[in-house]
């Protein structure tokens, strides 16, 4: 094994050297593992499996992707899976905030410098979101109206439990003074569902979760936890489009948050198959497919590689550890 | 009609043909179930237009909600969650050589389910979307609290037993991830018990290698084999079926009902199953091989499944796992799931609800043929059956999660199987628990959250109220009927169980 990746290696530097051929130094010899590590159905999977499907329509890969779902211990089960597979070059895994979430709340033993990063995809937004019943035209009058009623008589519905919805929701009360009764549910796509049953007051759902309840009327965004508005102008309803919608910042939450889905390979591969990989998503990248997705789900989307990719990783776990910490969502060591 | 333009060319027929049958096969391989079915498929119909694409993806998942009960009736292990119900009369059924009248009542109640269900869809969709809505945290656990209570007093073991297999199951279930907290249970720093007791696994190891376990103690043979093989048994149990009409409605409207709020068929299939012993003139004599106790399941459990796709294509919410690969399907070929996708893409919504009629019908012929073929298996002698079952229970375990340890799990729960029937313990209140535990427990839990504690929040509406009471009525109802009967005849005693 080693021989050969020193011989492809120093085929790449010919081949560098003289500039004439692509660099083709490291293909998948086998079919591609992709774990994910969220169960079928939800975000991640939607975009693996969206991977898979859009690869074999354009023959973006040689060899087949195959996603397997490992969702066990909020996710806890496909990176140690990655974790545990050093070497492989033929295993990828995507990732949602419980890359950093799930080791810091439960104390499982794995950290993203286990693996080797690869490439950021895209980051996925996060919008304020009531009853379109409800009176509630701005995130002023919303947490106004929660400061009002007391603490704990307002409803936040989100995913999961000391992740990224309830971080959120810790955030808002942070910044707000106000206080809501977080109800975890299993999935997006359920949390939304008990907002349009007006059995919560609000959720933080990504936009692709909640975007079909917009368009019929019966949900209302207030804000985005972006630093900007989001830039797509396209109307989704009749009159709004997502760059209507205002940041939270200017609503008077000083509050961003982003949620990476980004590539991540086990320990100890080489730099070519690394990069093999990055290309790779730039195809996938480039396909009218991706671009509609993109468009679709509101997503942001930043592309990094390499070094800064790794800093942006650095800084992301930085940010949940403090914001956690001021949760105290912590898992005691 | 429109949508059956849709569905009726040559390439679309086809594809409905494949669909049904890989959904056939996928149900009757435990394990491999219609979520996975599915989603291994969904990328491949990325070049194909959306709606031919949901006709083939939906024809797998009717495939494989008809499909669940053939090994549930043959071998006492269930291919599918929701065939568990089929196996508590299928398989004696089949031991007494009436395999082919079991397997028979089985599609035709599917059949049955599936249809009303489809009718439920095309005709009435929007309210029952939002009736779906309706339903918050307490609302769900009166629904799964139900199921239990209905279930109570089932076995001929004494109660005591069953509250003990019950209670092993609510811990089995309790293992991994508690979604409330974010923490995790029971898991004693395995790494292998992150994931939990996957359902699956138990049902494959306790039905399946535990009655494996069993047969070969009783001497390597399987009682099936004078199993009718001609077309002829389809015939004769079909002119028997039409009397258990009671049980198909009531098993029918449970099964809408939980597959649109969405409890899914697993559920679904067992209150049917205890509401069918309640109500029955032949109620206790459920379990040794009634007809009518393969009946009130399947027609349950499909209408469930089918009604399931409702809240999906109506609200974006899916009603069972296959249905969220579905939706992400939606999503991929980039039509939005919800209240505006009938108004938006009438081709592809007519599409779907033109290939559920044509997709069941298909089906039910393909079954039917092949009663006699799946009937005659059990001529197999045992000694070359056995371990060919006992393969796919450990591919089938494998495959739920791609895990070499769910293999091991699997073999320790077949002991556990064998020795709960040796020590005539019940394996179904263990197999509920461990199903609806986890969901029970994540509703109430929420609920609380939401009252702050209150527990009037299970009485604060008609609907939770009525839920509720209905469940304590069950729960009571053999201490009252018991009453009753002392009542009527006092020296009549011990009529309490």
Redesign the interface.
């Known amino acids: 094994m080693r021989t050969r990746r020193i011989l492809s290696c120093s085929a790449v530097m010919v081949a560098a050297a003289f500039a004439a051929a692509p660099a083709a130094a490291w293909e998948p010899s086998k079919p591609v593992e992709f774990v994910i590590p969220a169960g079928q159905g939800g975000g991640a999977d939607q975009m693996a499996r969206f991977t898979q499907g859009v690869t074999a329509k354009h023959s973006l890969m040689k060899q087949p992707v195959i996603p397997i779902n490992k969702s066990g211990g909020a996710g806890a089960e496909g990176f140690l899976d990655v974790k545990a597979s050093k070497g492989d070059d033929h295993k990828i895994i995507i990732t949602l905030s419980n890359l950093f979430t799930t080791p810091l709340a439960t104390g499982v033993p794995f950290n993203w410098k286990d693996l080797t990063p690869v490439a950021m995809l895209a980051l996925d937004n996060f919008v304020l979101w009531v009853n379109s019943d409800t009176p509630y035209k701005s995130s002023k009058d919303y947490l106004a109206a929660a400061k009002k009623a007391g603490p704990g008589k307002f409803k936040m519905a989100g995913t999961g439990a000391k992740q990224e919805d309830q971080i959120i929701t810790v955030a808002i009360e942070k910044a707000a003074g106000v206080k809501f009764t977080y109800v975890p549910f299993k999935g997006g796509g359920a949390v939304a569902t008990q907002l349009v049953g007006n059995h919560v007051n609000s959720t933080v759902n990504n936009p692709i979760e909640a975007v079909a309840h917009w368009r019929s009327g019966k949900l209302r965004p207030l804000c985005v936890f972006e630093k900007a508005r989001m830039p797509y102008k396209k109307k989704v309803t009749s009159t709004m489009a997502w760059n209507d919608i205002p940041t939270c910042r200017e609503a008077g939450i000083p509050m961003d948050y982003l949620m990476l889905r980004g590539i991540f390979m086990p320990a100890g591969v080489s730099q070519d198959v690394v990069d093999f990989y990055i290309g790779y998503f730039k195809r996938v990248r480039g396909t009218a497919e991706w671009n509609n997705l993109m468009e679709n789900g509101a997503f942001n989307q930043s592309f990094m590689t390499g070094k800064e990719y790794v800093n942006w990783v650095a800084a992301a776990e930085n940010t949940h550890r403090e914001l956690m910490r001021g949760a105290g969502f912590l898992a005691k060591k | 009609m429109h949508g059956f333009s849709v569905v009726l060319s040559p390439y679309t027929l086809m594809l409905m043909f494949v669909g049904v049958f890989l959904g056939i096969i996928v149900g009757v391989l435990p394990g491999l179930g219609g979520?996975n079915g599915v989603?291994i498929l969904?990328?491949?119909?990325?070049?194909m237009p959306p709606a031919t694409a949901i006709v083939m993806l939906s024809c797998i998942y009717w495939g494989a909600l008809f499909g669940g009960a053939i090994t549930s009736i043959l071998f006492n292990i269930p291919g599918e969650p929701w065939s568990v119900a089929t196996t508590f009369d299928g398989y004696p059924m089949a031991q007494q050589g009436r395999a082919g009248e079991a397997l028979t009542a089985s599609f035709t109640s599917s059949f049955f389910g599936a249809l009303c269900a489809v009718i439920m869809i095309t005709f009435i969709a929007p309210a029952v979307a939002n009736f779906a809505?309706?339903?918050?945290?307490p609302e769900f656990f009166s629904v799964y609290f139900l199921t239990f209570c209905s279930f109570i007093g089932m076995g001929r073991e004494k109660p005591a037993k069953i509250i003990v297999s019950m209670m092993i199951g609510f811990a089995l279930a309790a293992v991994?991830?508690?979604?409330?907290?974010?923490?995790?249970r029971l898991?004693f720093g395995f790494?292998e018990l992150?994931?939990?007791f996957n359902f699956l696994i138990a049902v494959i190891g306790l039905f399946g290698i535990g009655e494996i376990l069993l047969s070969m103690e009783e001497g390597l043979s399987f009682t099936g084999k004078s199993a009718k093989i001609s077309l002829r048994v389809v015939l004769e149990t079909w002119r028997r079926l039409p009397r258990f009409w009671g049980t198909a409605l009531r098993s029918m409207v449970i099964g809408c009902w939980l597959g649109v709020t969405p409890g899914g068929a697993t559920p679904a299939s067992f209150m049917a199953y205890g509401v069918a012993k309640r109500t029955s003139r032949d109620g206790d004599k459920f379990g040794t091989g009634q007809m009518e106790g393969v009946v009130a399941p399947e027609v349950a459990n499909n209408a469930a499944g089918t009604s399931a796709l409702l809240p999906m294509i109506a609200?974006?919410?899916?009603g069972s796992?296959t249905a969220?690969?579905l939706?992400?399907g939606l999503?991929?070929w980039?039509l939005?799931?919800?209240?505006?996708l009938f108004k938006e893409q009438p081709d592809f919504v007519w599409g779907l609800i033109a290939s559920m009629y044509l997709g069941n019908i298909a089906t039910l012929i393909l079954v039917l043929t092949c009663v006699p073929f799946f009937a005659a298996i059990l001529r197999i002698p045992f000694s070359i059956i056995a371990p060919v079952i006992v393969v796919i229970c450990a591919v089938g375990a494998y495959t739920v999660?791609?895990a070499q340890s769910d293999i091991w799990f699997m073999l320790v729960f077949g002991v556990v199987g064998y020795l709960f029937k040796k020590l005539d313990y019940p394996l179904a209140p263990l197999v509920l628990a461990l199903v609806l535990g986890d969901m029970a427990e994540?509703a109430f839990r929420?609920s609380m959250?939401?009252a702050?504690g209150d527990l009037r929040i299970f009485f604060s509406n008609w609907l939770v109220g009525g839920i509720t009471g209905l469940a304590l009525f069950a729960l009571f109802w053999p201490l009252i009927s018991g009453l009753l009967a002392r009542l009527r005849a006092p020296k009549a005693r011990g009529a309490t169980t």
């Open positions: 979520a989603a969904l990328p491949l119909t990325f070049a809505l309706s339903f918050g945290p991994g991830i508690d979604i409330v907290t974010g923490q995790l898991t790494t992150l994931r939990g609200l974006g919410i899916p796992p969220a690969v939706l992400g999503m991929i980039g939005q799931p919800g209240p505006l999660s791609n994540s929420q959250l939401m702050q």
